[in-house]
């Protein structure tokens, strides 16, 4: 397993007030990514676990360009990658944020 981590200054926080948040499986070729809200406003870390080796570069842009569009900051995001291409990446992250800014149930 190769492990990643990217702490990037994020320009907008995630709204609403779930505490964490959980989408996809890993399986196939797909990743789960786990969205926990416990960093400060500004801030967005994240972890990956992967079995493709040597996507680093791929990993950081993807990453980049979701912090940039996303509304990211105080989250800690983990992602237990299975091979995930980069638009399912971009797809699940973007799931994530949305699911974690859902009203609580």
């Known amino acids: ?48 676990a992967t079995a493709a080796h040597g996507f680093g570069m791929v990993w950081d842009a993807v990453i980049r360009d979701f912090v940039a569009r996303r509304s990211a900051g105080g989250l800690h995001i983990s992602i237990n990658d299975g091979g995930a291409r980069p638009d399912t990446v971009a797809l699940r992250l973007a799931q994530g944020v949305r699911k974690i800014e859902e009203p609580k149930r």
Request: glycine residues 8%; negative net charge; proline residues 4%.
């Open 1 to 48: 397993m190769e492990k990643l981590s990217f702490r990037l200054t994020a320009p907008r926080s995630a709204g609403g007030t779930c505490t964490q948040a959980i989408v996809g499986v890993v399986a196939s070729g797909n990743l789960e990514v786990l969205l926990e809200r416990n960093l400060p406003a500004d801030v967005c870390a994240i972890d990956i």
